[in-house]
């Protein structure tokens, strides 16, 4: 096979230079490019592609075509050919690990239970049919051309699934229809601005957090609820008048607003409606200072800068602290003291002002009308509010109209796109469902339930990361930051984990810092990234590969040190041996010529 000459072309060292090369360049230009964007992206548009897959394979047809070109193999080209083959067993075990290998990350904290999920780079759909514990799961790529892998999912023999549609980034847009069983008030409302060249119009809903509110143009519009005469007449107070001279406590919880005298209820337990929340005001100081001992103090008894301390409750169960201050510029400080955090809204309202600098707050009173308070930089206003008749809350020319009032709203979500965000924004599948000649379809947002109700049936759909479940659980004992003998520059972190292993009745420890792994039954745990901020806070990368893939490139290995070794030093073992009498011929030979 000498002079064939496509073995030639194939096993020349042109070729094999020029493969190394390339190959050196794409895999530096990989490593950039993960550090830029992610293991993930690595992945699918590098090591898993075709053209660096056949990069190599051609380096193994080349190996092998090298190795061809001295057939008949002699004695001598035992080492070479071996050694050849270990690389080519090499190649085959790395292209293996790119295809069937798994790698995640897993995030541990210390003081919290032992965990065994770890967040893969893919992207999976699970679907589960509560009603018969029918479940699929299947990981989903999507393509350049936007086209969907695998296009349909099957759930029993009865329900049938599509991927049909793939959006990079979207958006909730809200919508609100009249004929609620339930009082749910919502509002309509467009902003408009000549100058500014503006023009928006959305929805407010009262009773949802996210939704009662909105920033718009120069400041915030709200949309709240009163709860009775005193705090209507507290809402539309104009600057100046004596009731507004004594600094108001101004409560947000759940779209409703409750307004009380801060002075007046000082260490008084305030019942904030059927909220199920209490409140109590612990402190409070008209003209707030600091004084030498870093305590809060007043200095004087005139309500130039009132800050007060509120405590707000849920039964026993929760608490949380709230530090107000009357100046916009000085953000509330809030703590939870005992139990979950509560989504409350607290402000401490000046005389003659409101909680922000410039916004927009348009409340429902209990006769069921509307009203507002806008505040800008030089002026304040308030008054009622009539659908459809606009009025200028002081922002440059911006006009502010009320469209329509909803008393029992329906709130509905519609998945909109939304403009691809650099940042990453949030994906969604359109998954359509077919049972008989029934059909439903829904869009799955990423990491949000979906619910698709077919022939009497729920299905629940869920697009999001993909989760490899571990054999033995993985625990965070301690977590510990290396600095600098003399400073405070960080020199190393290492996070003290357990293995448990329960069926086995394996237990062990280990310490994972940056380039020192730990294994544990075949997987490989290397330190990813901390959080300075929580230092009792690791992630984890975790690695594991197929068994035959580890086999291979154990093998590989063996054979090349074997090649090795057998090419240089075996060299003379093999030429002692002798290739058809060759050698022992020509020292035969020089032998005689020096006794002649």
Known sequence: MANNPILKAFGSLKLAVFLLTTLAVVLAGATFYEADTSSKAALLNVYRTWWFNGLLALLAVNLTASALTRWPWKRRHVGFVITHLGIIVILGGCS?????????MLSLHVGQPPSSSVRLDDEAITVVEPATGQRVKSVVRVRSNGAIKPHELRLGSNLRLTLDEFLPNTRIEHEVTAGGTEPNPALKFRLQSELAQQNVSGWLVASLPE?????????????????DESQVAAFTN???DSASAKPQLQIVVGGKSFTFDVASNLEKHLTLGDTGLGA???????????????????????PNNPAAVVIVSRGDEDEQRHFVFADPQMPPIVRATRGKPIDVDVRLVAAGKRSTPTGLTVALGPDQKLYYAASSKNAFKSGTLEPG??????????QFTAERFVANAIVSDRIEPAPVDPEGGVPAMRVTVYSGD??????????????IEIGGKVVHVMYSPDAMQMPFTVTLENFEVQHDEG????????????FEDAERGITQRAAIWMNHPAWFEGYKFSQASWNPNDLQFTVL????????????TWAGAVLIVSGVALMFWFRRWFQGKGEDGEVKTQSRTKKEMVTA
């Open 96 to 104: 293996a690990a790119f295809h069937y290998g798994t790698e995640g």
């Open 211 to 227: 939704q009662s509110r909105a920033s718009l143009g120069p400041a915030n519009v709200q949309f709240v609820v009163l709860g």
């Open 238 to 240: 104009v600057a100046g």
């Open 280 to 302: 109590h005001v612990m402190g409070y100081w008209p003209d707030f200072q600091l004084d030498e001992n870093h305590k809060p103090t007043s200095v004087s008894d005139d």
């Open 389 to 398: 008749k606009a009025v200028e809350p002081g922002w440059m020319d911006f």
């Open 438 to 451: 029934a059909r439903g379809s829904t869009w799955a947002r990423f990491g949000e339930p979906a619910f």
């Open 487 to 498: 400073s405070d520059n960080v020199s190393g972190w290492t996070s003290h984990v357990i």
């Open 541 to 552: 990368q975790v690695k594991k590969d197929p068994q035959f893939v580890t086999w291979l």
